[in-house]
């Protein structure tokens, strides 16, 4: 009865120090900018807000080390999952030299909200949605302009939002980009079956050859679970094996998020394609794969980038080359990443804030307002 007392007491205590652990590093809060002191930096800015937008309260988390440097909205991909924490984790060397909105749009992360109408999950929303957002910020740090980033989903609603309000931003920056989305579904499926055959991988290959393709079919359970082939052949990362310290370990180690929010991304990404199917969100993605930019978006006002990774068949490196080969803007810039593949601003984290800091926030200087 004692050696049992003894284990229990051990256990409770374990169980005590695992929870205590897992709050410790979920403050669902954001760290101060400190100086060598352990002050505040002044005019830094470290926080977490919520805009009422079209009936619905959206989380933005603005951070940087001056407050009067410009300002770099991120609009993150998805659709249907936030990014957040992942641009926080590789990308916080922005803050030092943009003050940096990380938005969360409607119906995910902290921007999670029940019952909304179906007519709240379109493109148009949620270009309104940036649009609202970015006329916070602009008033927030009495800005004219600020910049605009936009990675996977989020680059089809970052262009589309600079084409109908081009005089709210100094410069697009793309990366993950979509153009040509059927243009780039085929090419996909055509990777996928190559790669299939190349690995002998017999299943895949009975299963790809039976779908026929990623164009022209029902965008139903048979239609994701084989095109989670792309992923699994290293079209959305180069290195397979770094899927969970890029995607997952930001998310556990997020001072932003709570247990809350880290138990709802993990067990939000681990949904099955018919979850998938009955999520609101997926009405965005049926609306995304009818889109073509080279079409819907021939022209923008303002200066644009391109950071595109050479191995990426999620949204094609080389459909987005031939997007930006077409786009009319003031100024173009396409910079290939040859070790990325989906996610470039984490693959190569360093790479992309480098030209981020030294390209186009220097080319820039002349532009802000």
Not at 131 to 143: C, G, P, S
Not at 145 to 160: A, D, R, T, V, Y
Not at 293 to 315: A, R, S
Not at 340 to 363: G, R
């Amino acid at each position: 009865m004692k050696i049992l007392k003894i284990a229990l007491t051990i256990i409770a205590l374990s169980i005590i120090t695992i929870i205590s652990a897992t709050f410790a590093i979920s403050p669902g809060g954001t760290p101060a900018f400190l100086d060598e002191n352990n002050n505040v930096v002044a005019h830094s800015i470290a926080e977490m807000k919520y805009v009422n937008i079209d009936g619905t309260r959206q989380f933005v988390l603005v951070r940087g080390v001056n407050k009067n440097n410009p300002v770099l909205l991120v609009v993150h991909g998805g659709p249907g999952i936030s990014m957040l924490t992942h641009h926080r984790n590789f990308n916080a060397e922005l803050e030092q030299h943009y003050t940096v909105a990380y938005w969360e749009q409607r119906g995910v992360g902290k921007s999670t909200a029940e019952h909304l109408p179906p007519d709240s999950y379109s493109v148009g929303r949620f270009v309104e949605d940036a649009h609202q957002i970015t006329a916070f910020l602009k008033t927030q740090f009495n800005k004219e302009k600020i910049f605009i980033l936009g990675h996977s989903w989020g680059s089809l609603i970052g262009i589309k939002t600079v084409h109908k309000y081009p005089n709210d931003y100094i410069a697009y920056i793309g990366t993950g980009q979509f153009g040509d989305a059927w243009e780039s579904e085929r090419l996909a499926y055509q990777f996928a079956l190559e790669k299939a055959r190349d690995a002998k991988d017999l299943i895949a290959m009975k299963n790809l050859n039976q779908i026929g393709g990623f164009n022209d079919v029902p965008l139903n359970e048979n239609y994701i679970n084989n095109r989670s082939y792309v992923t699994r052949f290293g079209g959305m990362l180069v290195e397979a094996e770094s899927l969970f310290d890029i995607l997952i370990s930001p998310v556990l180690w997020s001072d932003e998020y709570n247990i809350g929010d880290k138990y709802a991304f993990i067990s939000g990404a681990q949904k099955s394609a018919e979850d998938w199917l009955k999520m609101d969100s997926f009405n965005l993605t049926v609306e995304a794969m009818n889109t073509d930019l080279t079409l819907e978006v021939p022209e923008v006002k303002v200066p644009v980038y391109f950071l595109q990774g050479k191995h990426d068949f999620l949204t094609n490196y080389y459909v987005a080359k031939d997007y930006f080969d077409q786009l009319i803007a003031p100024k173009k810039v396409f910079i290939t990443f040859d070790y990325s593949a989906h996610f470039v601003p984490f693959e190569e984290a360093e790479k992309f804030n480098n030209i981020m800091i030294d390209k186009v926030l220097d080319e820039s200087q002349n532009l802000f307002l």
